[in-house]
């Protein structure tokens, strides 16, 4: 076994232990698959990442580093919060960019590029494809607790993971579901949610504050200030629990409601008050029409791991 560096990195936050963690892994280096697969199940975290040099193809391309994501099951080709904690962690480790004001990672989707920006670490998005509504729309709406009439707008995309995006009638109706998540799991779809705020919204709905409160209930931590969002979200996978905060979704998300015209860029969005976490997704669009999905990074851990 081998000491290798390690972090644990928290996204979409700037307060540790209020985002979604990502375990990273700064020299994967002689690692097969397995042994990659069986400590990623062993941290039993969403995401564990493995950092490695850029191909050959990905250097002549100007590739930083190389990451490989893995969740405790299996490998993905890009996930949104791994690549801005990965990113977080090898700058923190040390990491110089080839260029000092854009990251190129590496991973099998392709090539990501990162830059810093004022809300922390952005990525950009991914080319997002459309597939087709699943056949049985109507069992996961069911499993949901929502009806026909309650969801202004559907779509099912691919940004290398697969999400069913659904636009939901508004925050109060995101916030209150209460899905049965067995079943969620056993339809086999990663189910995001999200409604938008009204820009006369000047204060977080019954719903929200309601759920805020009963996730702060252990007088542990006090419930968090009131900001301003422009979209709630949460996000259900195909394991059985309530991702806290998902940034491959957000990525799919942004680019679907601006396409369909539901959303303009720029815009804040949170995640996590039912889960007891505190996650603000920035969404911004540059002059080429490019989507970046940002958020705060911040140390949960530092160390070495013996693998």
């Keep these: 076994m081998t000491t290798r560096p390690f972090m644990t990195v928290d996204v979409f936050t700037a307060e540790p232990y209020r985002g979604n963690p ?25 995401e564990t990442t493995f950092v490695l040099p850029p191909t050959e193809a990905g250097r002549a391309q100007g590739a930083d580093y190389r990451v490989r994501i893995f969740t405790p099951a299996a490998e993905m080709p890009f996930a949104g919060h791994p690549t801005l904690g990965t990113c977080h962690a090898w700058l923190a480790q040390g990491g110089t960019p080839l260029d000092p004001m854009r990251i190129v990672q590496e991973c099998a989707k392709g090539l990501i590029p990162i830059q810093p920006s004022a809300a922390g670490l952005a990525f950009a998005t991914p080319a997002t494809r459309a597939l087709p509504l699943p056949a049985h729309l109507h069992l996961i709406y069911e499993a949901l607790g929502i009806t026909n009439e309650q969801v202004l707008d559907a779509a099912y995309l691919d940004n290398g993971p697969h999400w069913l995006c659904l636009l939901l009638d508004n ?3 995101v916030l209150g ?9 056993a339809l086999g779809h990663k189910v995001g949610v999200a409604a938008r705020y009204q820009a006369d919204d000047a204060t977080p709905l019954i719903g929200r504050a309601c759920r805020e409160a009963e996730a702060f209930a252990t007088g542990l931590r006090a419930a968090p ?14 394991t059985g629990v309530e991702d806290p905060v998902t940034g491959s979704l957000n990525g799919s998300l ?8 539901h959303l303009q ?26 989507l970046w999905i940002g958020g705060q990074t911040v140390t949960c851990v530092q160390g070495t791991v013996l693998l």
């Design 177 to 185: 579901l209460e899905p049965d998540l067995a079943r969620l799991k």
């Design 254 to 261: 942004a680019d679907w409601l601006i396409a369909q015209g």
């Design 265 to 290: 860029a720029p815009y804040m969005a949170n995640q996590g008050a039912c889960v007891g976490r505190d996650g603000w997704v920035s969404v911004q669009q540059d002059a080429q029409q490019q």
């Design 22 to 46: 990502v375990a990273v892994v700064l020299d994967g280096q002689g690692l097969d698959e397995g042994q990659m697969q069986s400590f990623a199940r062993w941290t039993n975290l969403s």
């Design 171 to 173: 925050p109060d109706t």
């Design 225 to 238: 200030a009131a900001a301003q969002a422009q979209l709630e979200v949460r996000a259900f996978s195909t």
